[in-house]
């Protein structure tokens, strides 16, 4: 039964963020919502929703590993299989702003992120807070200099959505986003007792990697329909939203502690190692450009993760 709840709990949450995304994208067309503010903002939020659904919900009912463990796992997911994936398919030339402001933003927020739980072992209120407050800094900045590099989610966009439609698909999105991550948890934390492993290691595994899947599945549809629009920059965007806004909402709601020791000495350190490999990956060898070399190191760097998890 276990199984069947989190398969079915990943289906909720795929459908659910992928109608969540449509009709909150039609419904930022329909209020003439410029596509820059569409982009760092709804676009982003609406895909990040499974991680923030999940991680509130494990938080808020006392599952503190389950609401960590999801965030990070779905990071390294992010960087290691879906980039990965996208990389074996088709390299990916990287704009300057990678560097310039993207991997800085995304590297000082993962290490913001390790510090904070590191130095008591939990991530308090006022820390969301803070977290929460450098994510406006940094979309106000980005608006600020009209960066014309958007989180780009090349999906179908339902510019014909009525306004009835557009609400009651939000409406459906929503209800199974919750219903999914109620469903999902209580599987997932059977399934680790039966199992006689952790939350984190279910987290890390089989959660983390069922909210990583929209922007999987979105990145694949992208490039079957020869949309080159796919870029490193888009997954950078969906990371910092998962460690300011995911875990900022969810810390600024409950305090998250009681962090199982090797959340903090061991997958924070990949997560980190993940994101700090991209930088030398799109340096060298070319420059600027990421190929099937870099993808399929990653994607070999993600498996090594899951299976040194398990020993």
Do not use: H
Not at 56 to 70: D, S, T
Not at 151 to 166: C, N, P, Q
Not at 203 to 213: F, K, Y
Request: with cysteine; charged share 10%.
């Amino acid at each position: 039964m276990d199984y069947i709840a989190i398969a079915i709990g990943l289906i909720l949450l795929i459908k659910g963020g992928d109608w969540l995304l449509e009709s909150a994208v039609a419904l930022s067309l329909r209020l003439n919502i410029p596509k820059i503010v569409i982009g760092m903002t709804v676009v982003s939020f609406a895909t990040s929703a499974p991680e923030l659904i999940v991680s509130v919900n494990a938080a808020l009912n006392g599952f503190p590993n389950l609401a960590l463990g999801n965030v990070v796992g779905s990071n390294v997911a992010n960087l290691a299989l879906v980039l990965g994936v996208v990389l074996i398919i088709t390299p990916i030339t990287v704009p300057k702003a990678f560097y310039k402001l993207d991997w800085p933003m995304l590297f000082s927020s993962s290490l913001l992120f390790y510090l904070l739980i590191l130095q008591d072992g939990v991530l308090s209120q006022w820390e969301g807070g803070l977290l929460l407050a450098l994510l406006f800094l940094f979309l106000f900045f980005l608006f600020l200099f009209q960066k014309k590099e958007m989180l780009e989610e090349e999906i179908v966009l339902t510019t014909s959505f009525s306004a009835v439609r557009t609400v009651t698909v939000l409406l459906i999105g929503g209800f199974c986003l919750w219903l999914g991550s109620e469903v999902l948890i209580k599987g997932a934390v059977g399934l680790a007792t039966s199992m006689g492993v952790s939350e984190r290691v279910i987290s890390i595994s089989v959660v983390s990697l069922g909210t990583s899947i929209p922007e999987l599945s979105a990145s694949i549809i992208a490039i079957l329909n020869k949309e080159k629009g796919i870029s490193l920059g888009n997954l950078i965007g969906s990371n910092i939203f998962n460690i300011l806004a995911v875990m900022g909402i969810a810390s600024l709601i409950t305090p998250i502690g009681s962090i199982d020791p090797k959340l903090i000495n061991e997958d924070f350190i990949w997560m980190l190692g993940v994101t700090a490999l991209l930088l030398p990956l799109v340096l060298l060898p070319k420059g600027m450009e990421l190929g099937r070399r870099s993808g399929i190191l990653l994607l070999l760097i993600y498996l090594l993760f899951i299976f040194k998890m398990f020993l």
